[in-house]
């Protein structure tokens, strides 16, 4: 009879054995080739990234070098394949792209390289963890004077871009697969991936402001006017008609039909005007800027609009155009009491805010910029419960960042599905992915930012945005 403990160093044998081989075909698998360019990749190369981008210099070609590992060969756009330390040109043009094809026994992967344009701006990106969201879309305003619009994947790589001769604020995907772009001087354009405009759209009786566009679920859309009017400024110190900047939301056909319309002036007094706003005017036009509109969120039954200079958030119904409830600013008879959330039961209010949202189990959130406070707060993405029968409004979560501390204007906040938020710090060169603890997935520092959009998996593919981005710069 053979005892457990004579049986032991046989057992043991058979898995050095069982090691041996597995650490002998781990040994025999083809590494990883090494891939450098001049002008060169961004990011560096990695097996795992599959988009790159360079500033190439169209009057010289672009020089590839290879070293490729025994068992792996590599092609350079579609010349013939070597294996081994060899090195390839390329002719590149603004925006083209050539591929990296690497065989190896397991298979072939395509790698892709586009020329970006000698304008596009400079910026980083730091990935720390895994993102939930597959891209971010941003607009890169240069000085106000021009902006590029970009898609960016999670290793901060810009898949995809299109150029305004005019700083364009709004840069949302819609849920139509078309990107919405506003620049200040209007119509809304909505683009397709290859940049082609599918349909452009303007407000009525008025100049359309630049602040959002949103696509309604029945393929209508809500804009609003930055509408000139006389309004009595009276409690403020100042004449009982003044120019001002007036804010009517319209609800619009693709056609440009006007469906429904809502007169901010008519249901929200300038005495609702926060007092250290009084003095900021509107600013392209330079006019008093009593309201300041800056979002407009579908509700299932009215809008949620959040105006910077009243420091609050509003609920309107649809179609009877009343106010449902009040979130910060002034009080009124339809305010909520905001719970749990010290900012407020310290006396305070949101400051600026932006980018109010409602989450599909019903809570609302927002980008709270802090930047009107007394004193200055930090930003900060929040989270509320409403509760319209106890008219309370319930501090959920917050978000803030170390490295984010002032946001002057603008800003987002987007919470995903999966418990992320993307926040967009306003005035900042600065967005970021974080975990519900504020700890940090992915950091992005470009230029001014207004908003930072996620987009889910599923929602674009990044092979679409190389198509359309070839079909942008096709010759």
């Not at 081989?21 to 990883?32: I, K, M, Q």
């Not at 607009?139 to 004077?145: D, E, N, V």
């Amino acid at each position: 009879m053979i005892r457990a403990w004579q049986r032991l160093p046989r057992r043991l044998g058979l898995v050095a054995a069982v090691l041996l081989v597995v650490g002998l075909a781990t040994a025999c698998e083809p590494s990883s080739p090494s891939v450098t360019t001049d002008p060169a990749l961004y990011p560096a190369f990695q097996s795992s990234v599959v988009d790159y981008v360079n500033r190439c210099d169209p009057q010289e070609p672009t020089d590839v070098d290879v070293t490729a590992p025994s068992g792996t060969t590599v092609s350079v756009d579609g010349q013939p394949a070597n294996t081994g330390h060899f090195t390839a040109q390329v002719d590149q043009d603004v925006g083209d792209r050539f591929t990296i094809r690497v065989k190896t026994g397991s298979g072939t992967t395509t790698y892709h390289v586009r020329c970006l344009p000698a304008d596009f701006p400079q910026w980083s990106a730091e990935r720390t963890g895994t993102p939930q969201a597959q891209f971010y879309a941003t607009s890169l305003i240069q000085g106000f004077s021009f902006a590029y619009q970009a898609v960016f994947d999670t290793n901060g790589v810009p898949v995809w871009w299109t150029r305004t001769k005019n700083f364009s604020f709004l840069f949302e995907p819609h849920p139509d697969k078309r990107i919405a772009i506003l620049t200040v001087d209007g119509p809304m354009q909505a683009l397709s991936p290859t940049g082609q405009v599918a349909r452009t759209l303007d407000t009525i009786d008025g100049p359309t402001d630049f602040h959002d566009a949103r696509l309604l679920p029945d393929g209508n859309y809500v804009l609003a006017t930055a509408h000139k009017q006389q309004a009595d400024l009276t409690a403020w110190g100042q004449g009982n008609d003044v120019t001002v900047i007036n804010h009517v939301f319209q609800v619009l056909s693709p056609a440009g039909d006007l469906i429904w319309s809502w007169d901010t002036s008519q249901h929200i007094p300038v005495t609702e005007t926060t007092p250290s706003w009084r003095t900021e005017p509107e600013p392209v036009t330079g006019l008093a800027d009593p309201w300041h509109y800056n979002s407009v969120e579908w509700t299932g039954d009215g809008f949620i609009v959040s105006f910077r200079h009243l420091d609050a958030i509003y609920k309107i119904n649809y179609p009877s155009g009343t106010i449902a409830w009040k979130i910060g600013g002034i009080p009124r008879p339809e305010s909520l009491v905001v719970v749990s959330d010290a900012v407020f039961t310290g006396g305070g209010s949101f400051s600026g805010q932006h980018d109010a949202r409602l989450l599909p189990d019903g809570t609302v959130t927002l980008f709270d910029n802090g930047s009107r406070a007394n004193p200055t707060r930090n930003p900060r993405a929040v989270r509320y419960r409403i509760d319209t029968t106890a008219k309370t409004a319930t501090l959920l979560e917050q978000i803030t960042d170390p490295g984010s501390v002032f946001a002057g204007c603008c800003g987002s906040a987007r919470k995903l599905p999966g418990g992320n938020w993307v926040v967009g710090f306003g005035g900042s060169p600065v967005f970021t992915e974080q975990r519900p603890d504020g700890s940090r997935v992915f950091r992005f520092v470009g230029t001014f930012v207004y908003r930072a959009v996620p987009i889910l998996p599923g929602q674009y593919t990044a092979s679409a945005f190389r198509a359309g981005m070839d079909e942008q710069y096709a010759a």
